[in-house]
């Protein structure tokens, strides 16, 4: 009896903190349920048998979803307390990716048909925005398959987003606290409530992703093709419809335009909102003027290497080195060429620049500019410091005083980076694993990126090959990556789970 309520002391939270959790996840199954609706009409429309696949996920998916909803209504009151946040955000991603790989495993195409480490593999890439992929000759794979890889990322895409200004903040994870008072502040001069926020995203979001698909269309994709790469170009995913991504497509300016649609997906969302509102200093935010400035530098010295070395000719040789820049810094993952033939040099910059990302706000994944002008920040106090010991060194941000405890979740948030990415590096390499696949594999998991390095993952390759050990240790760096390390990992500390 003692060791009973001494159990349900410790524990005691999760009987009633569980229930608003599971009834949330089962909205996350619902929602994800009604979107393999379309997939399963794209094939129907299409004579393709693929459909039956989607259909039986439809009805498992709306089932379960259904019972967690109608068993666990009325639980979720006036919100979720920080541990429940914490314990939902990772529980619903990981529950959409599972429900999402059904329809790969039951598809008769491809390397997910019957296979869970593939399916799940390829669910978690698609779910998280990663774009890593172990299927191939893409060409003649089902309409719907396709459409639903376009459609994970696309929903990944707006999904984080959502957490990156809703709840990453309020955790205060990485450094997201400095963007609590900033967003809400922002937020307010542009729309008063928060649910206008919200559709206001929405609505910028849908409205590029529409654009990009009629540019695409226009300068000559099947409109199949467009609609599904403007999915996988805003979310910053990468999925492409072709083995070749758009390397399969090189006339009429696409790849530019793709260029500047990647460019627009590593962009805070927020900043559309108040730029559409008549906010002209959106345009001067600190994030995306670095983001470009470095992008632009990193491009031209690039693209000139490629032009005086007679690699290519002068608008191809800018074009390639834009267009994959861009793609591997948003952590989209597309490619136009097998850059790794470029030479060591490309392997080691492409290498490096796989750890950086986008702005925070953004669809992009990896480290996020805003930390690294943290760390620049904290740096050139240190130093200023060591000069002047007696001096009062000011750190600063936007125009706003550093806090310590944001300062040292950035510092936090690096040091466990580079912890995870070297302790998954080691055990990619004891499966077997060369060090360039292991090393490139690490971070384009964690960076959520897609392509790696070398001849097995590189751009012209792909992760069908890989033990699965391998690929579930890659899907669990992928939802660790996306999801800012701490969101996860923190389920792993006992004290959380004592009440």
Same mark, same amino acid.
């Given at each position: 009896?003692?060791?009973?309520?001494?159990?349900?002391?410790?524990?005691?939270?999760?009987?009633?903190?569980?229930?608003?959790?599971?009834?949330?996840?089962?909205?996350?199954?619902?929602?994800?349920?009604?979107?393999?609706?379309? #997939?399963?009409?794209?094939?129907?429309?299409?004579?393709?048998?693929?459909?039956?696949?989607?259909?039986?996920?439809?009805?498992?998916?709306?089932?379960?979803?259904?019972?967690?909803?109608?068993?666990?209504?009325?639980?979720?009151?006036?919100?979720?307390?920080?541990?429940?946040?914490?314990?939902?955000?990772?529980?619903?991603?990981?529950?959409?990716?599972?429900?999402?790989?059904?329809?790969?495993?039951?598809?008769?195409?491809?390397?997910?048909?019957?296979?869970?480490?593939?399916?799940?593999?390829?669910?978690?890439?698609?779910?998280?925005?990663?774009?890593?992929?172990?299927?191939?000759?893409?060409?003649?794979?089902? #309409?719907?398959?396709?459409?639903?890889?376009?459609?994970?990322?696309?929903?990944?895409?707006?999904?984080?987003?959502?957490?990156?200004?809703?709840?990453?903040?309020?955790?205060?994870?990485?450094?997201?606290?400095?963007?609590?008072?900033?967003?809400? =502040?922002?937020?307010?001069?542009?729309? #008063?409530?928060?649910?206008?926020?919200?559709?206001?995203?929405?609505?910028?979001?849908?409205?590029?992703?529409?654009?990009?698909?009629?540019?695409?269309?226009?300068?000559?994709?099947?409109?199949?093709?467009?609609?599904?790469?403007?999915?996988?170009?805003?979310?910053?995913?990468?999925?492409?419809?072709?083995?070749?991504?758009?390397?399969?497509?090189?006339?009429?300016?696409?790849?530019?335009?793709?260029?500047?649609?990647?460019?627009?997906?590593?962009?805070?969302?927020?900043?559309?909102?108040?730029?559409?509102?008549?906010?002209?200093?959106?345009?001067?935010?600190?994030?995306?003027?670095?983001?470009?400035?470095?992008?632009?530098?990193?491009?031209?010295?690039?693209?000139?290497?490629?032009?005086?070395?007679?690699?290519?000719?002068?608008?191809?040789?800018?074009?390639?080195?834009?267009?994959?820049?861009?793609?591997?810094?948003?952590?989209?993952?597309?490619?136009?060429? =097998?850059?790794?033939?470029?030479?060591?040099?490309?392997?080691?910059?492409?290498?490096?620049?796989?750890?950086?990302?986008?702005?925070?706000?953004s669809t992009a994944g990896g480290i996020k500019i805003f930390r690294f002008e943290v760390m620049y920040v904290m740096l050139k106090s240190?130093?200023?410091?060591?000069?002047?010991?007696?001096?009062?060194?000011?750190?600063?941000?936007?125009?706003?005083?550093?806090?310590?405890?944001?300062?040292?979740?950035?510092?936090?948030?690096?040091?466990?980076?580079?912890?995870?990415?070297?302790?998954?590096?080691?055990?990619?390499?004891?499966?077997?694993?060369?060090?360039?696949?292991?090393?490139?594999?690490?971070?384009?998991?964690?960076?959520?990126?897609? #392509?790696?390095?070398?001849?097995?993952?590189?751009?012209?390759?792909?992760?069908?090959?890989?033990? =699965?050990?391998?690929?579930?240790?890659?899907?669990?760096?992928?939802?660790?990556?996306?999801?800012?390390?701490?969101?996860?990992?923190?389920?792993?500390?006992?004290?959380?789970?004592?009440?």
């Amino acid at each position: 009896m003692t060791a009973g309520l001494s159990v349900t002391a410790r524990f005691g939270w999760l009987v009633g903190g569980a229930r608003p959790v599971l009834y949330l996840i089962g909205l996350v199954l619902l929602a994800t349920s009604g979107m393999m609706l379309i #997939p399963m009409v794209v094939d129907l429309s299409l004579g393709s048998r693929d459909w039956q696949a989607f259909g039986w996920s439809v009805l498992g998916g709306t089932a379960l979803g259904s019972a967690l909803v109608y068993f666990y209504r009325g639980s979720l009151g006036e919100g979720l307390s920080l541990r429940q946040a914490f314990l939902l955000t990772p529980l619903s991603w990981f529950s959409a990716a599972a429900l999402s790989a059904v329809p790969l495993y039951l598809s008769p195409f491809g390397a997910t048909s019957g296979d869970v480490t593939n399916a799940f593999f390829e669910a978690m890439s698609g779910i998280t925005t990663t774009g890593s992929t172990v299927i191939s000759n893409l060409g003649e794979a089902p #309409p719907g398959l396709l459409t639903w890889r376009a459609l994970l990322q696309w929903m990944g895409g707006i999904g984080i987003i959502a957490i990156a200004i809703a709840v990453l903040p309020a955790l205060g994870i990485g450094g997201m606290q400095l963007f609590r008072t900033e967003s809400s =502040d922002r937020s307010e001069k542009v729309l #008063p409530k928060v649910r206008q926020i919200a559709a206001a995203i929405g609505s910028v979001y849908l409205g590029i992703t529409l654009l990009a698909a009629t540019t695409y269309w226009l300068q000559g994709m099947s409109l199949f093709d467009a609609f599904l790469h403007s999915l996988t170009t805003i979310s910053t995913g990468g999925y492409s419809t072709s083995d070749s991504s758009f390397g399969n497509w090189e006339a009429n300016g696409i790849q530019w335009s793709a260029t500047l649609f990647m460019l627009a997906g590593g962009i805070p969302f927020v900043l559309y909102v108040r730029l559409l509102a008549g906010d002209a200093r959106a345009l001067f935010d600190s994030q995306v003027r670095r983001f470009v400035l470095f992008l632009g530098v990193i491009i031209l010295i690039a693209g000139t290497v490629l032009l005086v070395t007679g690699s290519y000719g002068p608008e191809a040789a800018y074009r390639y080195a834009a267009f994959n820049i861009v793609s591997v810094v948003t952590t989209t993952g597309y490619a136009t060429t =097998d850059y790794s033939l470029w030479g060591n040099a490309a392997v080691a910059l492409f290498f490096g620049l796989t750890f950086i990302g986008g702005c925070t706000g953004s669809t992009a994944g990896g480290i996020k500019i805003f930390r690294f002008e943290v760390m620049y920040v904290m740096l050139k106090s240190h130093f200023r410091q060591l000069l002047y010991p007696n001096g009062v060194v000011a750190k600063t941000y936007g125009g706003k005083p550093l806090e310590d405890n944001v300062i040292g979740s950035v510092v936090a948030f690096f040091a466990v980076f580079f912890a995870a990415y070297a302790a998954l590096t080691i055990m990619l390499m004891a499966l077997g694993l060369d060090f360039l696949t292991s090393a490139s594999g690490a971070v384009t998991a964690l960076a959520n990126v897609g #392509p790696g390095l070398g001849a097995t993952i590189g751009p012209a390759g792909n992760f069908s090959s890989l033990p =699965d050990m391998a690929k579930w240790l890659l899907s669990f760096g992928m939802l660790l990556g996306r999801l800012e390390l701490f969101t996860v990992l923190i389920l792993f500390y006992p004290r959380f789970w004592r009440s």
